[in-house]
């Protein structure tokens, strides 16, 4: 396979990126969704935001993108404050996928994924080649890059949408429940993938999900949520093992799989 990296258009920098946020807050009206939160995402390493609906991973991590800024605090990331004077230069730097995948339905997938490479005006035969690379680490067939997205499964059109986030070759990945839509051999078969995937790229990657099998098999840390707040960091086994407090214990107990249930002893 090719290196993800080798082509150097798409070397933005040399160094995995790496967020510190500080006293971080979002409201909106009246209504707080995050905050106050001190979180560390560390570099090369997978980092898993879960919690109920409604806990303010997604708020979260729309922050760590600069599609929405904190009301209070600061977030950083490779040490520099990310806010509206920079967020542009920064955007290249993170992929984003966002839930259900998020194509533009009138354009087919090549074009989808090719997007902001075309509108940074890079060479045409960049774009071939990364678009070449990318093929071969979602596995799909490059006859596929003519169809629409209404003409893709949903297994393809998320791997549509992760070949577009990974074209610019960013620092980070961001995946906001990428995997939510999918039926559950599908989601089975993407969860391996993406597994495969980000121990191939080595890149720090940070993905909201509200399964926590999902959350312990693709991530390195757990980040567990309730009301905007983090309420405890770490592995699955530590979690279980030593809860910061019965809230923890509850939300790992009621996410105990219904065949495990069924099949219980009589």
Known sequence: MTGIGNNCRFRFATMSGVFSLANISKSYG???????????IPARATTVLIGPSGCGKSTLLRLMTGLTFSDTGEIRFNGGIIGPENWATLRPKLGYVIQEGGLFPHLDARANVSLMARYLRLPPKAIEDRLTTLLQL?????????????????????????????????????????????????????????????????KTVVLVTHDLAEAAFLGDRIVL??????????????????????????????????LDAALRPA
């Open 30 to 40: 009246v209504t707080r969704a995050v905050g106050p939160i001190e979180l560390e």
């Open 225 to 258: 949520m309730r009301d905007g707040k983090v309420v405890q960091s770490g592995t699955l086994s530590h979690l279980a093992g030593e809860p910061a407090e019965p809230f923890v214990q509850r939300f790992i107990n009621a996410q105990r799989s219904p």
């Open 138 to 202: 979602t596995q799909l067939d490059r006859a596929i890059l003519s169809r629409f997205p209404a003409e893709l499964s949903g297994g393809q059109r998320q791997r549509i949408s992760l070949m577009r986030a990974l074209m610019l070759n960013p620092e980070v990945l961001l995946l906001d429940e990428p995997l939510g839509a999918l039926d559950p051999m599908t989601r089975f078969d993407l969860q391996n993938d993406l597994l495969r995937i980000f121990q191939s790229l080595g």
